[in-house]
């Protein structure tokens, strides 16, 4: 693996050692040629787990996070690694760009040993503690006071750590997005809460579930610094999702960040998406951010060979994490015990 | 050397101790701080530790009860007050499905070591939303640990072990036992989670009680004695882990058991008791077990009928006289 997909890509060259020389020096093409290809590893990732999920080597539940890849990579490349990231059930490109290995997400969803979770937690429960990727949660919005927790505990050490939460515009209903976001104002935590909105809860559609669509006025109700932007542009993503984590680790301070984003897929493998027009899908997928950033590489100058090049590897990249989980074991149940309690099983 | 002290006191002084000896341990929950605590547990504690860990919190429970859980999750060590554990049931989710899960569903790569405590259960006249016993809820989770002291020495042994723990454990106080003294020896240190106590030797019945039950049992067994019947006490103190041994021992040795408990009949502690008593020890039963619960109902207001409905000990009285075939059918 060539490029290591993580969250240090903001403070070393990743791309220094396939693109040529680059004497060390930061350079944004390249910083580009980074983000593009964690974007692109993700869609690929995430279309071989469609195939696989229809060929029953992965069950469940499995939400995919197609055409959202500019949020999740846009967000990480403003993080140091230490920094934590807390998020739904739609985590794979998160896991990724946070840093997980393919090899250990792909086992993952197969259920087995080797992946992140030994295979206890699947799909919605991606968590790998040395990326500080805190995991993936099934209730939505249930896992906004946890983020605040962790950033509570940034600030109780003092450790100068920012926490990233995501979730999606349908967990602005419900009290954990309440509780969570107004106690990281009244007690000034460093944490960024983002949310996704891809326009749709499930099957519902913005319209149907919220008053008030624009989610970033109810930071007015919390004392909070917001923001809000469409999420097609990668390198847009990162610049304003910069702006709150500094705001969050210079001075402390909560921002809640609305980010227009939309997923091509149903809202989980089992969801044709019969509630949107084929018309409307069509629109969107003209603002592919994958395909955004590809262009954006060419025109700023970057030999499309090269490109071919890096999409290759990653294909194969791919394709080695499928082998990967296949041929991989099933975790013992003797791991079930040793999982549920540290120390003596408690019954 | 011991001191008489009340039970309030003894998880004060637990917490207090905890606090002193980890800067990883805080307190957090409504009125904790400067106002001294709903039941004044905590008095005293802001003004030793600070605003830094003895932490007030808005009316939030589902919030705070998830900001200790994240905060247990990257190494810190919360104490999360619940007013009661009635206003847990909003919480419920937290504890349930993040603090209970977070072990399992990460393949064992974080630890949840948080601590929840408050008092539980029925007071005095404070109606169905003020009196429910929630530790069934609880114990049949796993993932987590329940503990119920009966005694000042017990809540501030097994406070301090709870604390120490690196799995989530829920303290249910009973809000009935906090002016309660005991004698609580000056050097106690950790009462290890999973380990009843036989408060009481007997021979005719072991009765099975824990929190507040465990006194009405030792005030049926003072009754019984007067009629000649040799009641045996075990106060569970720790409902998850259970410790069976210590109740099949007493029932091997009595050969008949009544369980009380706070909580209503519908499953729950009592009949976990019971279960495991006629699987593991049925050769040594002379009778069915007995369960003595909260009537059916949610906890009426009026007094009386909140007294009818909560375990007496003419109800326990009348249960051991039913199993030791000397009273009615």
Redesign the interface.
């Known amino acids: 693996m060539a490029i290591e997909t993580n969250s240090h890509i903001t403070h070393r060259d990743p791309s220094a050692t396939e693109n040529g020389p680059s004497n060390g020096l930061h350079s944004e093409l390249d910083h580009l040629v980074s983000m593009y290809r964690q974007m692109y590893l993700i869609r690929r990732i995430e279309e071989e787990s469609a195939r696989a999920y229809a060929q029953g080597k992965i069950g469940g539940f499995l939400h995919l996070y197609i055409g959202q890849e500019a949020v999740g990579v846009g967000a990480m490349a403003a993080l140091k690694p230490e920094d934590y990231v807390v998020t739904t059930y739609r985590d794979h490109g998160i896991a990724l760009a946070k840093g997980m290995s393919p090899n250990a997400l792909m086992a993952e969803l197969w259920g087995k040993k080797t992946g992140c979770s030994q295979g206890l937690g699947g799909s919605m429960h991606m968590f790998d503690e040395p990326t500080h990727m805190l995991g993936g949660y099934g209730i939505v919005g249930g896992h906004i006071p946890l983020a605040a927790g962790v950033a509570f505990a940034s600030k109780y050490r003092g450790d100068g750590r920012v926490t990233l939460c995501f979730f999606g515009e349908g967990a602005v209903s419900i009290a954990g997005f309440h509780e969570g976001v107004s106690l990281a104002a009244l007690w000034k935590l460093p944490i960024v809460f983002i949310c996704e909105n891809n326009e749709y809860s499930m099957g519902t559609p913005l319209s149907r579930t919220m008053s008030v669509e624009d989610v970033t006025t109810k930071a007015i109700g919390y004392g909070m610094a917001s923001d809000r932007f469409f999420a097609d542009d990668v390198q847009e993503v990162e610049r304003r999702i910069r702006q709150a984590v500094d705001r969050a680790r210079e001075t402390s301070l909560p921002t809640l960040v609305e980010v227009r984003t939309y997923r091509f897929r149903g809202h989980s493998m089992s969801d044709p998406a019969k509630y949107r027009t084929a018309a409307e899908l069509e629109d969107r997928k003209k603002k592919d951010p994958v395909i955004r950033a590809r262009a954006k590489l060419l025109s700023d100058g970057y030999p499309e060979s090269k490109v071919t090049a890096l999409e290759q590897e990653v294909e194969d990249e791919v394709t080695a994490a499928v082998k990967f989980a296949d041929e991989s074991p099933d975790p013992d149940p003797s791991i079930l015990e040793a999982t549920t309690y540290d120390g003596p099983f408690a019954s | 050397m011991a001191r008489n002290i009340r039970f309030r006191e003894a998880l004060r002084e637990a917490m207090i101790e905890e606090m002193e000896r980890d800067e990883r341990v805080?307190l957090m929950g409504e009125e904790v701080g400067h106002y001294q605590g709903a039941y004044k547990v905590s008095e005293g504690m802001l003004d030793k530790f600070g605003e830094?860990r003895v932490i007030d919190?808005?009316i939030?429970e589902?919030?705070?009860?998830?900001?200790?859980?994240?905060?247990?999750?990257?190494?810190?060590r919360p104490i999360i007050e619940f007013m009661t554990w009635n206003f847990s049931a909003?919480a419920f989710?937290?504890i349930l499905?993040?603090a209970a899960k977070?072990?399992?569903?990460?393949?064992?790569?974080?630890?949840c070591?948080i601590v929840f405590r408050g008092p539980n259960a029925s007071a005095k006249q404070v109606g169905s939303q003020h009196s429910h016993a929630m530790e069934h809820f609880y114990a049949t989770v796993?993932?987590l640990?329940v503990v119920a002291p009966a005694y000042p020495s017990d809540a501030k042994g097994l406070m301090k072990a709870a604390i120490r723990?690196?799995?989530p454990v829920l303290v249910m106080e009973s809000e009935t036992l906090y002016s309660v003294k005991g004698e609580v020896a000056d050097d106690l240190d950790v009462i290890p989670?999973?380990r009843a106590n036989v408060v009481r030797q007997g021979k005719d019945v072991t009765i099975v009680a824990y929190s507040r039950m465990t006194h009405v049992a030792m005030d049926a067994a003072a009754q019984l004695e007067k009629e000649g019947i040799s009641a045996e006490v075990v106060d569970l103190r720790s409902l998850?882990?259970?410790d069976e041994d210590t109740i099949l021992d007493s029932v091997e040795k009595t050969h008949r058991c009544v369980v009380v408990h706070e909580g209503w009949p519908y499953g729950g502690v009592g009949a976990e008791v019971a279960d495991r008593v006629q699987r593991l020890a049925f050769d040594a039963l002379d009778a069915p077990i007995l369960r003595v619960t909260t009537l059916d109902v949610p906890m009426p207001y009026n007094a009386k009928l909140e007294q009818l409905c909560i375990p007496q000990p003419d109800r326990v009285v009348a249960a051991v006289k039913r199993v030791v075939y000397r009273g009615q059918a």
Do not use: E
């Open positions: 805080f830094k919190t808005p939030a589902g919030g705070f009860a998830g900001i200790g859980i994240g905060a247990a999750m990257v190494g810190l909003v989710d937290q499905n993040n977070l072990r399992q569903m990460s393949g064992g790569q974080f630890n070591p796993p993932g640990k723990d690196d799995n989670l999973g998850r882990p259970l």
